[in-house]
């Protein structure tokens, strides 16, 4: 069963860069890394997703290092309305979403 | 605009009684997803289902129920087998990679918060 550890809160100022890290020692080889961002009352919202070295969209970028035991979601320049829960997920490599756990996420609070 | 639609939004259960909650989606993605979220929790997976009139458990089946008969449609029912139903229920879609995992983009609905009276 793939698990995921991250952080449980961060703090940011407006206009800093956010780095939030999250490792999955067990990954799996077929595996993708998907990061989601959740506001209070709301379903998670797809930001980035991964299988290694580097990915880059429109709102952020994901860091997979070669042994993709971990990965990093960068945010740039947060803003106030950046604040949220951000979740990472990883298949636990069975091909089935039984044992899917989105984990306890990183709140993020972004001040001004 | 495609997407997915949770109702009610908020849903009040008596002791002993099933509620049905709704998710319907537009997209025209074939797999569906039902997760509960406790306060302070992350997502866990109840039902999904990869296509329509197949659908699997996942890790906390026990108490509920679903039924896939159309490709749009995939409503949680919540069984009075469930002895602690209170949560906020979360419906989800994806397009189903070629294998069959799960790695595909999940789209969200905007959850139905259940309560015990």
């Known amino acids: 069963l793939a698990k995921t550890t991250q952080p449980i809160s961060m703090d940011s100022y407006e206009g800093q860069e956010v780095n939030i890290t999250c490792s999955h020692n067990?990954?799996?080889?077929?595996?993708?890394i998907t990061w989601y961002q959740q506001f209070p009352s709301q379903g998670p919202r797809f930001i980035i997703q991964?299988?290694?070295t580097k990915v880059t969209n429109e709102v952020a970028s994901l860091f997979i290092p070669a042994d993709r035991k971990s990965s990093t979601l960068s945010l740039p320049r947060v803003s106030l309305s950046d604040t949220a829960v951000y979740y990472c997920?990883?298949?636990?490599?069975?091909?089935?979403?039984?044992?899917?756990?989105f984990g306890s996420g990183t709140q993020l609070t972004v001040l001004p | 605009d495609g997407g997915i639609t949770q109702s009610p939004k908020y849903l009040f259960r008596k002791e002993g009684q099933n509620v049905t909650l709704s998710c319907e989606q537009n997209?025209?993605?074939?797999?569906m997803y039902w997760y509960r979220q406790d306060p302070g929790q992350g997502l866990r997976l109840i039902y999904y289902?990869?296509?329509?009139?197949?659908?699997q458990k996942g890790d906390i089946a026990e108490g509920y129920s679903v039924s896939r008969e159309k490709k749009e449609s995939f409503p949680l029912t919540v069984t009075s087998a469930q002895k602690n139903p209170t949560a906020f229920y979360l419906c989800?879609?994806?397009?189903?990679?070629?294998?069959?995992?799960?790695?595909?983009?999940?789209?969200f609905g905007d959850g139905t918060r259940l309560s015990i009276l």
């Open positions: 989800a879609s994806s397009i189903p990679s070629s294998s069959g995992e799960i790695n595909q983009p999940q789209h």
């Open positions: 067990n990954i799996a080889t077929n595996d993708y």
């Open positions: 991964g299988y290694k």
């Open positions: 997920l990883v298949g636990d490599g069975s091909g089935s979403a039984r044992q899917l756990t």
């Open positions: 997209l025209n993605h074939d797999a």
């Open positions: 289902s990869q296509i329509v009139n197949d659908f």
